[in-house]
């Protein structure tokens, strides 16, 4: 399933995914998510989402189809949007839904986690 928590230290909207949604499963993360990022926002301003999906398995397309892209939550400049990854496929299949320069993907958790908390000095 899914999980939500928002880092008060850092104004960081972490998710963590782990199983293969139903197509409920996805739209009920769309409301959960935008919900998360409503919060965060009205807390910290510019919103920061670092999602954990290192131990989960690539989602069927339909299901990925499903999923909104990082643009419907980065609305702000300072926005960013960190997906971490454990897999080639993993990282193909994310590439494909990116669709704003604010949103990357990484290997490193500790790395995609930096790049949030420093912004845009960070490649």
Do not use: C
Request: zero cysteines; a neutral charge; proline letters at 3%.
């Amino acid at each position: 399933m899914f999980e939500f928590k928002i880092d008060g230290t850092h104004g960081i909207l972490r998710f963590k995914m782990e199983n293969i949604f139903t197509v409920d499963e996805a739209l009920a993360f769309n409301v959960q998510m935008h919900t998360h990022v409503d919060e965060t926002r009205r807390r910290f301003g510019n919103v920061k989402i670092l999602g954990d999906v290192r131990n989960a398995p690539v989602q069927p397309l339909e299901i990925a189809d499903r999923l909104d892209p990082p643009s419907k939550y980065l609305s702000h400049l300072g926005d960013r949007y960190a997906i971490v990854l454990s897999s080639t496929l993993l990282k193909f299949q994310a590439n494909r839904v990116i669709d704003d320069a604010r949103a990357k993907v990484f290997v490193s958790y500790s790395e995609a986690e930096e790049w949030l908390i420093k912004g845009q000095h960070l490649t």
